[in-house]
Nanobody, 127 residues
Framework: QVQLVESGGGSVQAGGSLRLSCVTP????????MGWFRQAPGKEREFVAA????????YHADSVKGRFTISRDVAKNTGFLQMNNLKPEDTAVYYC????????????????????WGQGTQVTVSS
């Protein structure tokens, strides 16, 4: 079992920045791909970004390209989502997830590709 714990959420004004972290104590995290999803009230959970276990492959959703950056520090078993130029439409609960597999953006962009999930962290962006 891989436990994922997100942190770094909060409330910011439009144009501000936040950096989300996803920590796992599992030593095997270095062999898992990692993804970030978000879910706004009344909406389905949607893909934000994914990074391969080696960090050699990265995908970002079109809605966040140029503003969000996914990264990971394998030595610390920690993944990150740097969010800049935040917009009110970015308001959501953000979840990190771990996957034993890697594939195309279409493959990694769906929830079914992931084996483990964190509890989520709230991000609120005011106008």
């Amino acid at each position: 079992q891989v436990q994922l714990v997100e942190s770094g959420g909060g409330s910011v004004q439009a144009g501000g920045s936040l950096r989300l972290s996803c920590v796992t104590p599992a030593r095997t995290f270095s062999s898992y791909a990692m993804g970030w999803f978000r879910q706004a009230p009344g909406k389905e959970r949607e893909f934000v970004a994914a990074i391969s276990w080696s960090a050699g492959w990265i995908y970002h959703a079109d809605s966040v390209k140029g503003r969000f950056t996914i990264s990971r520090d394998v030595a610390k078993n920690t993944g990150f989502l740097q969010m800049n130029n935040l917009k009110p439409e970015d308001t959501a609960v953000y979840y990190c997830a771990a996957s034993r597999r890697w594939g195309t953006a279409q493959v990694m962009g769906v929830m079914a590709a992931y084996d483990y999930w964190g509890q989520g962290t709230q991000v609120t962006v005011s106008s």
